[in-house]
């Protein structure tokens, strides 16, 4: 069974850094690339950042670049993001996903976590 | 970036009722959208994909058409688990992947 259990989630402070991390388990995690996706409060999905099999292609929503960076480890079957600079716009939950890709185009997404909540308040 | 508009956000319908949810693409996507079913609380769940294709497990009253800048997801038969929010995705440019603003299904 595939699992996605993401952590590092809280309450932190305008400007300031946060780590999430996403633990796979139940398939072979370096056959994937993987995603992060947020939602808001009440809002919709936005994708956030995504990282091949690799880690040799590496994307990011506008809305992060510069500020957030994606990671993983294939050794510990993890999926990291690194997020800097933190505004209140940041503030959502943020969910691991496994993907799908579409040769020569994107991805969709066919496994999710349950997602772990960034606050960003001061 | 690719925009994806859904229609409506939000509707009422009967259990046992025929749905339909559309989903227009800015440009041309070709059949690369996805749909997604969230209920309250949880994480989105993988409806359909390229557009028609019926994600392994998913019931079969749930459908998916369309290709270009037009689709649409149809419920033949609404059943209680179904009321929840559905989102549709381009897969088409990359990055960024886009997603359409939702549209939640509530009980009439």
């Known amino acids: 069974e595939v699992q996605l259990v993401e952590s590092g989630g809280g309450l932190v402070q305008p400007g300031r850094s946060l780590r999430l991390s996403c633990a796979a388990s139940g398939f072979t995690f370096d056959d994937y690339a993987m995603h992060w996706v947020r939602q808001a409060p009440g809002k919709g999905l936005e994708w956030v950042s995504g990282?091949?099999?690799?880690?040799?292609?590496?994307g990011y929503a506008d809305s992060v670049k510069g500020r957030f960076t994606i990671s993983r480890d294939n050794a510990k079957n993890s999926l990291y993001l690194q997020m800097n600079s933190l505004r209140a716009e940041d503030t959502a939950l943020y969910y691991c996903?496994?993907?799908?890709?579409?040769?020569?185009?994107?991805?969709?997404?066919?496994?999710w976590g349950q997602g772990t909540l960034v606050t960003v308040s001061s | 970036a690719i925009r994806m508009t859904q229609s409506p956000s939000s509707f009422s319908a009967s259990t046992g009722d025929r749905v339909t949810i559309t989903c227009r693409a800015s440009?041309?996507?070709?059949?690369?959208l996805a749909w997604y079913q969230q209920k309250p609380g949880k994480a989105p769940k993988l409806l359909i994909y390229?557009?028609?294709t019926l994600q392994s497990g998913v019931p079969s009253r749930f459908s998916g058409s369309g290709s270009g800048t037009d689709f649409t997801l149809t419920i033949s038969c609404l059943q209680s688990e179904d009321f929840a929010t559905y989102y549709c995705q381009q897969y088409y440019s990359y990055p960024p992947l886009t997603f359409g603003g939702g549209t939640k299904v509530e009980i009439k």
């Open positions: 996903a496994r993907v799908i890709a579409a040769a020569g185009y994107g991805y969709y997404f066919d496994y």
């Open positions: 440009q041309g996507i070709s059949s690369y």
């Open positions: 390229a557009a028609s």
């Open positions: 990282i091949s099999w690799n880690s040799g292609s590496i």
